[in-house]
């Protein structure tokens, strides 16, 4: 039996910078995602203090997921999936390996230069750099309240 070969993941944080025209630059490790296991086009969306770009068939996952009675049973209000799904815009990488972000997704979240992007496997999160560092910050700070759901993952 053939062995079955595992997805790419996107992984890791990278700084970046927006140019004048709102284009950002993805990185050759998150191209080559794409590219292995996706197409070069992505969905990118407002979510909680950035923006998540996802794949197109991983996007289409979560929009089933949000259409399923699951998701109301969860306590996911039409206004959330109204938020994530009126923000969401295609963006397909150009030759140069960059995508353009809207000015109103840029707008919302204070992305005007400098910015990270952070792998979370199967999506990857756009984050003004200030705002991935308060963040960080918080999550170092109490990094203790996860030890008992790491370790009830058997996570040490």
């Not at 999936?81 to 204070?110: H, N, T």
Request: aromatic share 8%; glycine share 8%; with cysteine.
């Amino acid at each position: 039996m053939p062995e079955k070969v595992a997805k790419s993941r996107f992984r890791g944080r990278s700084e970046h910078a927006l140019d004048e025209k709102g284009r950002l630059n993805i990185p050759a490790r998150f191209r080559e995602v794409l590219q292995r296991d996706y197409t070069e086009i992505l969905m990118v969306t407002n979510w909680h203090k950035g923006l998540k770009a996802y794949p197109v068939s991983e996007w289409q996952e979560l929009e089933d997921i949000l259409l399923s009675q699951d998701a109301s049973k969860a306590g996911l209000p039409s206004g959330f999936v109204r938020y994530v799904i009126s923000g969401v815009v295609e963006c397909p990488l150009d030759k140069q390996g960059r995508i353009q972000l809207p000015s109103s997704l840029r707008a919302e979240f204070g992305l005007n230069k400098d910015v990270v992007l952070n792998g979370m496997l199967n999506n990857f999160e756009i984050w003004d750099k200030g705002a991935w560092q308060d963040e960080t910050r918080r999550t170092r700070d109490k990094f203790e309240v996860f030890v008992p759901g790491l370790e009830s993952l058997g996570i040490r």
